[in-house]
């Protein structure tokens, strides 16, 4: 069989990677040296060559667009579906077991998935519950332990707190949330992962069936696998699996989430003959990209070292943009975005990184102004709205009355008289009975244990869950999401809100009935209905990405999210000390050598363009700070990069951005001694840098970029501006 398609573009240790015989693999390569290609390569390999059926293969990634991405791949280079196969997150892959073994897993079949949100309310609300201090409780700490714990595969039973009193009461807690989420059949996410690996503990001919059906496990990024991944991944292989993993531990990023940069180590420990392999030609980025970034990642300690190499071509050097305030940084941005289009490339081919989901409000807001369709990745996703929650949160209590967190949530809401009195009594009787919240109410109406009043207003609660539920197996999806919408009166709630917001709550609804209608399960998962499907997705997976997909868009997101990728023009910006490395990093060195993989991460995703972007002053989460520019600046050689002057290139890409079409926009010198790019005093607006001149003689105005006041447009022979 002539199978040279599978190893033609590829290099000779790529090569032998992909077509060695069945052994304990680990591919151990620097960003961009193809590791992921190789993966794929490899399962196409086994499929053709080895004879492997796609149903003995499991490949886990780290988003599912990565997932999706992967299995396209495959189909593609064998011209064959490969349905059987599994591909996924470990999370997905978790949720797939739990569905497919509720029972063996102790949980109802209607389970509900917590995301980290809803978690956090629900901890707080156990906390005031157990009357416990928000001040020396914060529910952010309680969720991180909890957290924490489950990662490292940790029961309240395994810990011992030694009476020590502070540990002791962090276990408890940990104890009542765990029976409250037990009562409720609710999953937080580090519990998926926790419970899929015990079903294979405590179900020996499970897990034996899935070990002899999963010969072949490939796992991608695997730098940032946590102790229960890997701990879950070493139980399915056994002793007849083989693992393939690719990885780099100087791109591990996940350390703050409980991901183990050892367990790289480890995996050599714990399979026997493992073969490592190294990859060390870069095809990704050009030599001037790869050595800024190969100088930066030096600065780490205790690497495993890597000789990154590229025989691609110099490039430009990569340049460094010293904005005078975010705005002035965005515009900048944009206005490169828009040179780079006038030279016939696509806009999905940019992207904006940043280290804060906080920083993409600016650039959206100048994205708009510019008309350049964007996409913005994670930050608020739509799922994530409130009244999305709302809606969804009426759903999931019509698939399982138990999930106290959407009892929580929609309880009086829209608002129908049901107090905050009447709440903490059902509270309180459904953890002195051990019940859910719906149960407890039940049996509170039965006992008329709250007065009349108060008992009318559940009893209406619970009518309008039953007339929900009324008839609903027989509609559509869609059909049930309306139904869900009149009958909770939530939309009419929504529509009394005032202006925009109202407007855009109504419309995010609408959205979310067409999501229902264009939902196709995965079918993979049997025995599920569709809303239970539409449920799960709504949490595991709808949140990636947003905007429209098909469009040809600029990619926005965190550096976090950008791992695995590549794009032709890279902007990475906000390299500011405090918050690039973040400031509660910077004093302690693991972190801030985590923060330093990240800015790695970053700079490795560009193929042929990086601009990093530092602004003097800068205004986020509502405050002003002047900062130093990131000390990761100050780390890459300086000679290899390359200072951009605010009065030359990006003066005139910030006028064209601005520039209407319809206003005439010249970039000379108006005659008024001013020029763009200048700095600039007001009386009353202070600070400012020029980003705009127009008009002659007493019409000529000039936009000026405040630090304080913003942007503004001032006629200037009124507005009486000093050159700084
Ligand atoms: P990261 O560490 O960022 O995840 P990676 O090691 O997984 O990177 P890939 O994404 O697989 O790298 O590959 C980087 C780029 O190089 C891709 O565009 C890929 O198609 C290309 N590439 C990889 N190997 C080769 C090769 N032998 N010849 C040509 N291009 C290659
Ligand atoms: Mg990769």
């Known amino acids: 069989m002539d199978v040279s398609y599978l190893l033609d573009s590829l290099n000779d240790a790529q090569r032998e990677a992909v077509s060695a015989p069945p052994a304990h693999r680990l591919v151990l390569a620097g960003a961009g040296s193809g590791k992921t290609r190789v993966l794929v390569h490899r399962i196409a390999w086994l499929i053709q060559v080895e004879h492997v059926s796609p149903y003995g293969v499991l490949a886990v990634t780290f988003?599912?667009?990565?997932?999706?991405?992967?299995?396209?791949?495959?189909?593609?280079?064998?011209?064959?579906?490969?349905?059987?196969?599994?591909?996924?997150?470990?999370?997905?892959?978790?949720?797939?077991?739990?569905?497919?073994?509720?029972?063996?897993?102790?949980?109802?079949?209607?389970?509900?998935?917590?995301d980290s949100d809803d978690q956090y309310r629900l901890i707080r609300r156990l906390l005031k519950a157990m009357e416990l201090d928000e001040e020396k409780w914060p529910a952010r700490q309680?969720?991180?332990?909890?957290?924490?714990?489950?990662?490292?595969?940790?029961?309240?039973?395994?810990?011992?707190?030694?009476?020590?009193?502070?540990?002791?009461?962090?276990?408890?807690?940990?104890?009542?949330?765990?029976?409250?989420?037990?009562?409720?059949?609710?999953?937080?996410?580090?519990?998926?992962?926790?419970?899929?690996?015990?079903?294979?503990?405590?179900?020996?001919?499970l897990l034996a069936h899935y070990q002899s059906r999963f010969q072949h496990i490939l796992v991608d990024e695997f730098q940032d696998t946590n102790t229960i991944q890997y701990a879950w991944l070493q139980l399915l292989a056994g002793k007849q699996s083989y693992l393939f993993v690719v990885g780099d531990d100087d791109q591990s990023i996940y350390g703050w989430r409980g991901a183990k940069i050892e367990n790289i180590h480890r995996f050599s420990k714990d399979f026997p003959a493992v073969e490592t392999v190294r990859l060390e030609q870069n095809y990704r980025s050009t030599a001037a990209i790869l050595a800024a970034a190969n100088g930066l990642i030096t600065h780490n300690e205790g690497r495993l070292g890597k000789n990154l190499w590229t025989d691609g071509e110099q490039g430009d050097p990569v340049q460094v943009y010293a904005a005078f305030n975010e705005y002035d940084e965005a515009i900048y941005v944009i206005g490169r975005i828009q040179a780079w289009l006038e030279q016939g490339n696509v806009r999905s081919d940019v992207a904006i990184l940043y280290r804060s989901n906080a920083q993409s409000r600016v650039f959206e807001e100048k994205l708009l102004q510019a008309g350049t369709p964007y996409r913005v990745y994670g930050g608020q996703r739509f799922f994530e709205r409130a009244e999305i929650k709302d809606a969804l949160a009426y759903l999931r209590l019509v698939a399982n009355d138990n999930d106290d967190a959407a009892f929580e949530r929609v309880v009086n809401h829209p608002p129908r008289g049901i107090g905050e009195r009447s709440v903490a009594t059902v509270r309180d009787y459904a953890r002195q009975h051990e019940v859910s919240l719906m149960q407890a109410v039940q049996s509170i109406i039965e006992n008329k244990i709250l007065n009349g009043r108060a008992c009318k207003a559940l009893t209406g609660f619970l009518n309008i869950l039953q007339q929900m539920k009324q008839g609903i197996d027989e509609l559509q999806l869609d059909e049930q999401m309306e139904h869900v919408l009149e009958i909770s009166r939530l939309r009419e709630h929504y529509g009394k809100e005032k202006g925009e917001k109202g407007q855009s709550r109504i419309e995010n609804l609408d959205e979310l009935i067409s999501a229902a209608r264009q939902f196709e399960p995965n079918e993979d998962i049997e025995g599920l209905t569709p809303l239970l499907a539409f449920l799960a997705y709504a949490v595991l997976e709808a949140g990636e990405g947003q905007g429209s997909a098909n469009e040809e868009c600029v990619q926005l997101m965190t550096l976090h999210s950008a791992k695995g990728l590549e794009f032709p023009l890279v902007f990475l910006c906000g390299l500011e000390d405090g918050l690039f490395p973040h400031r509660m990093s910077m004093d302690d060195p693991a972190r801030l050598e985590e923060e330093r993989r990240l800015c790695y991460v970053g700079m490795t995703r560009a193929c042929k363009v990086l601009i990093l972007c530092h602004a003097e002053r800068r205004r986020l989460h509502g405050m002003e700070s002047f900062s130093r520019p990131s000390q990761f600046l100050r780390e890459i050689p300086q000679d290899l990069l390359e200072n951009i002057r605010v009065q030359n290139k990006a003066a005139q890409y910030s006028a064209k951005v601005l520039a209407q079409p319809s206003i005439p926009f010249p970039l000379e010198d108006t005659g008024t001694g001013l020029r763009i790019g200048q700095g600039v005093h007001h009386e009353k607006f202070g600070e400012g840098v020029i980003l705009g001149l127009e008009g002659q003689g007493s019409h000529a105005r000039a936009q000026v970029n405040f630090a304080h006041a913003g942007a503004k447009w001032l006629v200037l022979s009124y507005a009486k501006l000093t050159p700084m």
């Open 63 to 114: 988003t599912n667009k990565a997932a999706a991405e992967m299995r396209g791949r495959i189909e593609k280079i064998l011209g064959i579906p490969v349905g059987g196969m599994w591909v996924g997150t470990f999370h997905g892959l978790a949720h797939r077991l739990l569905r497919a073994h509720w029972k063996e897993a102790g949980l109802p079949q209607t389970f509900q998935i917590l």
């Open 142 to 205: 309680v969720q991180h332990f909890i957290n924490g714990r489950k990662d490292e595969g940790i029961r309240p039973a395994h810990i011992n707190h030694h009476e020590d009193l502070f540990l002791k009461q962090q276990v408890r807690i940990y104890e009542e949330y765990e029976a409250l989420c037990n009562r409720g059949g609710l999953v937080d996410f580090a519990e998926m992962l926790l419970r899929a690996h015990e079903i294979w503990l405590n179900h020996p001919d």
